[in-house]
């Protein structure tokens, strides 16, 4: 794994920062005093129980939801808080399986003005077969959408979440539906497409497993951040067998 060194300031580089941020709905506050630091080139891994508040804080980040605090991005260049280009991969969308609409259709409804009914002229099937390249899945272009498997599917929502390319590219849950050999290879894609871009990617998972390997920093929160760091500190921590192993058991 590239070491990613910016000490403690950012200096020429691209990071995004989170100041004191805190979200309330109603008169329950699902966050409070989050503060966080990513750089360009970093792949941080989000965990947390269910309803911590991680779905939240990426809801935060794209803009589609209200908060107190500050979320700031800056580059070399560009002028400080001009928002940045995100890419954003939901949560284990779902197609109907007999539903006839293709891959390429799929790109051309997010691309073009054009009707997916037209077909896709051959300059935008030549800009499709571009985006799938870049995850390796220029072979599934033609396939319905509702058929893929789940790693297929995670492959064809990365490529267009890469579309313009971003500064920083959101996954929630992306593991979620994929068998552990797909895992694997969505992984080192993910790595490969770090290194390739140095764009910051920021992924909430369940699957502790791979951090290790993967990530840059591992960030521990329910409600508020109760650790980051490495994945060593963070997955041998006291707060992680606290948050993961309540009453003798799992949560």
């Known amino acids: 794994m590239r070491r990613i060194n910016h000490g403690g300031s950012c200096g020429d580089s691209c990071c995004l920062r989170i100041q004191d941020l805190s979200v309330r709905i109603g008169t329950d506050k699902i966050l409070k005093d989050v503060n966080l630091h990513i750089h360009c080139g970093q792949m941080v891994a989000l965990i947390g129980p269910n309803g911590a508040g991680k779905s939240t804080l990426l809801k935060a980040i794209l803009g589609q939801r209200e908060y107190d605090g500050i979320i700031a991005f800056s ?3 560009m002028r400080h808080r ?3 280009r995100i890419g954003y991969v939901p949560q284990s969308p779902s197609f109907d399986p007999g539903d006839p609409v293709s891959v390429a259709d799929l790109f051309a409804c997010c691309m073009s003005r054009r009707p997916a009914f037209l077909g ?3 300059d935008m099937r030549d800009k499709v077969i571009e985006c799938l390249e870049r995850v390796h899945g220029e072979e599934l272009i033609d396939k319905r959408v ?3 498997s789940g790693g297929e599917l995670q492959r064809v929502l990365l ?10 590219l959101i996954l929630d849950e992306p593991l979620s539906g994929v068998d552990v050999e797909g895992q694997t290879g969505l992984m080192d894609m993910l790595d490969e497409i770090r290194k390739r871009f140095d764009l910051s990617i ?5 699957d502790f497993g791979m951090l290790p390997q993967y990530a840059n920093k591992v960030v521990l929160i329910d409600h508020g951040i109760l650790k980051k760091g490495t994945p060593g500190e963070v997955l041998n921590s006291e707060e992680f067998r606290q948050v993961f192993h309540r009453k003798g058991g799992c949560v």
């Open 159 to 168: 490529a267009l979440a890469l579309e313009p390319l971003p500064n920083i």
């Open 146 to 148: 509702g058929s893929l």
């Open 120 to 122: 896709l002229g051959r």
């Open 75 to 77: 580059a070399p260049g």
């Open 202 to 206: 920021l992924m909430t998972t369940h």
């Open 82 to 84: 001009k928002p940045p």
